[in-house]
């Protein structure tokens, strides 16, 4: 039997992710993070790219989560220093670092902060702000525990010398003491999540890094936007304070250049971070503001990039393409003057405010040092080597890896591989899920029913988040006055753990039957304080919360007499609407442990593998007689591995494995159910009963027609790049007769009737090319483009073809190449925009690198499964940065070419992590089903039936004696439409009914 | 109007020969992203950078290659090189190109001192009237600055330490200027020496291009240097 754990390296946004998938499917998770706080480098983002969320409102639930996790053992300060054994049981030595603060004592209250007297240079805010040696990292910190400085501490330093957080902690929670602790962990798997370092610019002197004080890095614009960075949200020039208007972005700082930076790849994400940062920016500006982004070429490739791209450029963002050759002092005083040539070749110069250095990103030192106390294989970057086929496995067996430490890369695709490294750590540890986690017993909850409302006020400080603005004291005394409210309190920090302990002491003492809590939002905290309620043995949904923070004191700094006026009205209307509210059932469905995959691509088997590779029963159908879908046209992946021959011994495991049922020419044709057990039918006329569904139905090239026909179909010497791959794969052809090759990029991509980027046709182009060119050393070959979106290490082909004398000439939708014929010869007219000169080419042959488009069949399968599709077709995930994979109707997963053009590893990690989520539901025997059902009064319903046709779950039906609607509360998700729309008020929902909500109403107008 | 190329058949000889001559030239890694011309002092002259020259390269467009004079515009500085996200060294490929070019169609002064500095130098005044200059002017300043009286301009001193070149415009037309120099050496208390022979350090040879005649000049050069037993080549140019 194997280890029933894992072992985490690396504690942001990936190595959260990984721990979270582990641990809700039955793996003991150690999460091991060098800091004092996990979150990454996403925590030190302001805002997001292409949603514009704020990147520590989606963190932080993730991070609380993780942090209260009972399976999940968190350790902060902590580094790898050993790992012996094998897959399946590895002995791994962990050594963490003193904290010198005890985090079970430790209020976070920031006393020890506040009085310790050594500034040290804030990491967290990249050296630009001051923090103390006492310190948080930030203020949503997981662990939500402050930290001494070894390296700056006075009295570590001189025993005897300060120690001011001694006297101050009315915790006692320091402890100059502590001491390295050695933990010896038996796991067996690990996943590596090291992340990776912004490229520090100093030794670029062109770009006056370091020398002109108003240029900054992109993450330190970051800090300096962010509401929690040393500029509170303002944006300040560092020279002056001054708020910049005129802002330039220098992007492949660091990236694309062997000369001064050594790094050949392109970092991926900056070309969005850029165009993300001009639009936050520009929200921050109070008067007029100006940005310019000076790129090579613009690298929009992911969901919603182009279109993100698109707005910018609508809204005046200035796209220069040229790369800056030197910032220099402009002529006021913090100016900065930028000289660059324009596409004409003319000398330009340019002065700007402040200038951001769109740094790329590099490996971690300590992922090299990492990797070779493991002895894994780096690749040429010296990022954790994976391959195309296998994206999360590194080197050694039993080691698998994920986000920027393998390859740049930005979140969303950070995120699905943590999952998919998770589905790997898991697989291989399948028979001990559950072996070792801990399952908590809450006690037998006491029925209230028949109480009369006992109501206990809990008003939270947050530290000064709420009292350095709202008087809470009197809101407390004021919550006392209240009818039914027999006890209230304040709390410095309502949610910190001995809080947490007190609370569930004094609903027992008190008898309390009801509680609020006055503090922060629900959306983070209201889990954590229902469970507290359940520790109590109280029905968790006799709770109420008032925000009186986010909604509040936050927003009413000025004003603090109003403001406690109105955290009293907030507090009034939650204690109205406790007051009426009941116990909820805790409803279950009983998870049927099979999964049903939806077609037969690469996707879908690589996802139906995974589950049976767990021993979960899957169905795999597939609309046609033959799997492998579109993988049965490539030829071979950038890195040049073949993918036939991966692809027929997929589809070999896939036919042989005794768990998996593969279905041809079978669709589906309904879905009923919902989480954990769906029932759906075949077009073949079977059904399947099925506890979770992965949706991997692919996606279409686009066949080249109008203005973007080219030729094709016309004349036998034009080809989509999938034929030109299909000959290659025949090997029959030898090239050695086409003495000329063309390649037109973006064939239908790019345009407003498909405004997205298909992403994979660059590297494929280029692919193509090179093998053409090594077929036939004397074609030539030239790649009409518009933007190369060679992303990643997939650089290095760009520059391969280059070097091989492949060449790239750049048209833009104003220059369409023209294709013609005389005599059966092509002939192509297009412009080389550096010489300005029109160019006359006559190829041999003339390859489309055509869109990507969803297929029409995954928009009628979404409505069967209740899922969304974007404005273009494709599927549409949960959300578009931390849940890629999953769709919003829970237990249906996506995973390939349906939810947006992608190459194979990309796709099949995507499939490997939508069986990850899929594994958390299959690793249950029950999952829970919604608590706030609708429920109808028999006496008020007329039976008119609108319901059941508003109902988007079809939870509701007709009770045909009693001529009554019926809800299936296994079903109903708590939408509320039935309520709105029932003409006879028969409909409400449990605890958000009119009663409850009129009480609040009414408490609200008192 | 732009400019038509039909590029039926792509011929790059000149790129070819260039890359026969400098294996790591890296002219296709160009990714014409125009930090070489926007560095270059030479962008923009006859309608010429080193963007654009090395893009008529790839293109095989040698007659313009071969035709444009912004190349004697081109000083080898290396800030191409030193830009360029690629390392490509421009200045390197415009001196091959430079060589290309027939002697008959070059700048005709460029050619002209190159070939005068092979015989001497590339005034072509006798080596005699040099020695004489000097001790002339050296002269002069013992007579008219007397707080310079043991101030030295050594010729042909064996085993001096340092051998020091001249830029023969100065002794040929405003020969005083060679004085500051020989103050600053004196004051720092350098044993240095001209010689009279290859006296010359302008290295005209290096801009037209030929690479025999460059280094003939520079071998002269060393000769000389080593002959006289110097350890350090002070270089004026």
């Known amino acids: 039997m194997p280890k029933g754990s894992v072992l985490v390296v690396g504690g942001g946004i990936a190595g959260v992710q990984s721990a979270l998938d582990l641990a809700n499917s039955g793996f003991l998770v150690h999460l091991v993070e060098k800091t004092t706080a996990i979150g990454g480098k996403m925590s030190q983002l302001d805002k997001t790219f292409p949603t514009n969320d704020c990147s520590a409102c989606i963190l932080s639930p993730k991070l609380v989560e993780c942090g209260r996790h009972f399976n999940i053992n968190l350790l902060t300060l902590s580094d790898l220093v050993s790992l012996k054994g094998e897959p399946g049981s590895f002995t791994a030595v962990v050594r963490q670092r003193p904290r010198y603060i005890d985090p079970d004592k430790c209020i976070a209250c920031g006393l020890c902060a506040e009085k310790c007297p050594k500034k040290v240079d804030d990491e967290y805010n990249l050296g630009i702000s001051k923090r103390k040696a006492a310190f948080l990292s930030f203020p949503q910190a997981v662990p939500l525990k402050y930290a001494i400085d070894p390296d700056h501490c006075i009295w570590l330093k001189k025993p005897g010398k300060c120690g001011a957080c001694v006297k101050v902690c009315p915790a006692d929670a320091i402890n100059f003491d502590d001491t390295e602790k050695e933990h010896i962990l038996e796991v067996g798997s690990v996943v590596l999540a090291l992340g990776f370092s912004p490229y520090d610019p100093s030794s670029l002197d062109f770009t006056g890094y370091g020398r002109l004080p108003n240029v900054v890095t992109a993450m330190e614009f970051e800090r300096y936007l962010s509401p929690s960075g040393p500029c509170m949200g303002h944006m300040e020039r560092p020279s002056d304070g001054k708020e910049p208007s005129r802002v330039a972005w220098l992007q492949c700082v660091g990236s694309r250049d062997i000369n001064r930076s050594c790094h050949p790849y392109c970092s991926s994400v900056c070309c969005m971070f850029a165009i993300k940062q001009t639009v936050i920016a520009k929200e921050h500006a109070h008067g007029d503001f100006s940005s310019s982004i000076f790129f090579m070429d613009m690298r929009t490739h992911g969901k919603g990039f182009e279109d993100y791209y698109n707005r910018a450029r609508k809204e005046g963002v200035n796209f220069h393409r040229a790369r800056v050759h030197s910032v220099l002092q402009g002529k006021e005083e913090g100016d900065l003057r930028l000289r660059y040539v324009n596409e004409q070749g003319e000398i330009c110069f340019e002065e700007f405010d402040m200038v951001v250095l769109s740094t790329g990103l590099e490996v971690n030192k300590q992922t090299v040092e990492l990797a070779k106390m493991l002895e894994l294989e780096l690749d040429d970057d010296n990022f954790v080597k994976t391959d195309v086929f296998h ?351 063309v390649f037109i990029h973006c064939v239908g991509s790019r345009i407003p009737e498909r405004p997205w980027c298909s992403r994979v046709c660059c590297t494929h182009a280029i692919d193509s090319a090179v093998k053409l060119k090594d077929l036939n050393p004397e074609m030539d070959i030239f790649m009409l483009y518009r933007d190369i979106r060679t992303y990643g290490r997939r650089e290095r082909i760009y520059q391969e073809a280059r070097a091989k004398g492949i060449i790239f000439v750049r048209y833009d939708l104003d220059h369409l190449p023209s294709v013609n014929e005389a005599n059966g010869k092509i002939i192509i007219q297009t412009h080389d925009p550096i010489v300005d000169s029109d160019i006359t080419l006559h190829p041999d042959l003339l390859v489309l690198a055509t869109a990507i488009q969803p297929r029409q069949e995954s928009g009628n399968l979404s409505k069967f499964f209740k899922c969304a599709i974007d404005a273009h077709g494709f599927l549409l995930e949960a959300h578009m940065k931390l849940r890629p994979v999953d769709f919003a109707t829970d237990g249906v997963y996506l995973a390939g070419l349906c939810h947006y053009p992608k190459p194979m590893e990309e796709t099949i990690a995507q499939a490997k992590a939508a069986a990850a989520r899929a594994t958390i539901v299959l690793s249950q025997d029950e999952v829970p089903a919604e608590s706030i059902t609708a429920q109808v009064f028999d006496a008020k319903c007329t039976g008119c039936g609108v319901c059941v046709t508003i109902c988007a779950y079809s939870a509701i039906s007709m009770d045909e004696d009693k001529n009554v609607a019926m809800v299936n509360t296994d079903l109903c998700k708590g939408c509320g439409a039935c309520v709105a729309g029932c003409r006879s008020d028969a409909m409400t929902l449990m605890n958000v009914g009119n009663e409850q909500l009129m009480a609040a109403v009414e408490a609200a107008f008192i | 109007m732009s400019d038509q190329y039909d590029l039926s058949k792509l011929r790059t000889r000149v790129k070819q020969q260039i890359e026969k001559a400098v294996p790591d030239a890296k002219i296709d890694y160009c990714l014409t992203c125009g930090l070489c011309a926007s560095g270059c002092p030479a962008s923009g002259i006859e309608d010429m950078d080193p963007r654009k020259f090395l893009r008529y390269l790839v293109l095989g467009q040698d007659d313009i290659i071969l035709k444009t004079n912004w190349i004697y515009s081109c000083s080898l500085c290396q800030r191409c090189k030193y830009a360029c996200p690629m390392g490509i060294d421009v200045g390197r490929i415009v001196y091959e190109v430079k060589g290309m070019r027939p002697k008959e169609d070059r700048p005709t002064n460029l050619q002209r001192s190159c070939d005068l500095q092979k015989k001497g130098n590339s005034t072509g005044i006798p080596d005699a009237d040099f020695v004489w200059v000097v001790g002339d002017i050296l002269e002069e300043v013992h007579e008219l600055e007397p707080e310079w009286s043991d101030l030295q301009a050594p010729m042909d001193k064996i085993g001096a330490k340092f051998y020091l070149n001249q830029n023969a415009k100065e002794p040929t037309v405003e020969p005083e200027e060679m004085v500051p120099l020989w103050k600053i050496l004196h004051t720092v208390g350098i044993d240095w020496t001209y010689s009279s022979k290859w006296w010359d350090g302008a290295n005209y040879c290096l801009f037209p291009g030929d690479p025999e005649d460059w280094e003939y000049t520079v071998r002269k050069q060393a000769e000389t240097v080593n002959d006289l037993g110097c350890t350090t080549y002070i270089n004026t140019e």
């Open chain 1, 391 to 741: 994206p999360v496995s590194t080197s050694r067996p039993g080691i698998f890896v994920c986000g920027a430490a393998a390859e740049p890369k930005d979140i969303p695709q950070s995120v699905m591989e943590a999952s998919a490294a998770a589905m790997e750590a898991g697989r291989i540890l399948a028979p001990a899920r559950w072996q070792e986690t801990t399952v908590k017993d809450y006690p037998l909850e006491r029925d209230v029913h028949a109480e009369a409302p006992r109501i206990g006020v809990f008003v939270c400080h947050c530290g000064t988040n709420i009292s350095s603005v709202v008087d809470v004291d009197s809101v407390m005394e004021y919550a006392k006055t209240l009818p039914d409210v027999v006890f209230a309190q304040t709390n410095l920090f309502t949610c910190s753990q001995d809080t947490i302990n007190q609370m569930v002491n004094i609903i027992k003492e008190q008898g309390l039957n009801r509680v609020v809590v006055a503090s922060c939002s629900p959306r983070t905290h209201e889990p954590l304080f229902q469970e507290t309620l359940r520790d109590a043995g109280l029905n968790k949904f006799l709770f109420e919360m008032a925000n009186i923070r986010d909604q509040d004191s936050w927003v009413h700094r000025d004003e603090p007499e109003a403001a406690t006026i109105k955290a009293k009205d907030l507090m009034r209307m939650a204690v109205a609407r406790v007051r009426g509210e009941n116990a909820l059932p805790y409803n279950t469905v009983k998870v049927v442990k099979s999964a049903l995959v939806i077609g037969g691509g690469i996707g879908g088997m690589t996802a139906a593998l995974s589950f049976a590779g767990q021993d979960f029963p899957v169905t795999l159908i597939e609309q046609t007689d033959r799997l492998g879908g579109n993988a049965n046209k490539l030829y071979r992946t950038w890195q040049a591995d073949e993918v036939q021959p991966y692809l027929a011994e997929t589809i070999k495991k896939i036919n042989a494995h005794p768990q998996i049922d593969v279905r041809m020419n079978c669709q589906v044709s309904d879905v009923g159910g919902s989480v954990g057990h769906f029932t759906t039918q075949f077009s073949d006329g079977h059904s399947l009963i099925h506890g979770v569904a992965v949706m991997a139905v692919g996606g279409e090239a686009y066949k080249p027609e109008g203005e973007w026909n080219y030729l094709y179909g016309k004349n036998p010497n034009v080809h989509t790049l999938l034929e030109v791959d299909q000959m290659l794969i025949d090997g029959q052809t030898d090239f050695k007769q086409t003495g000329q090759a």
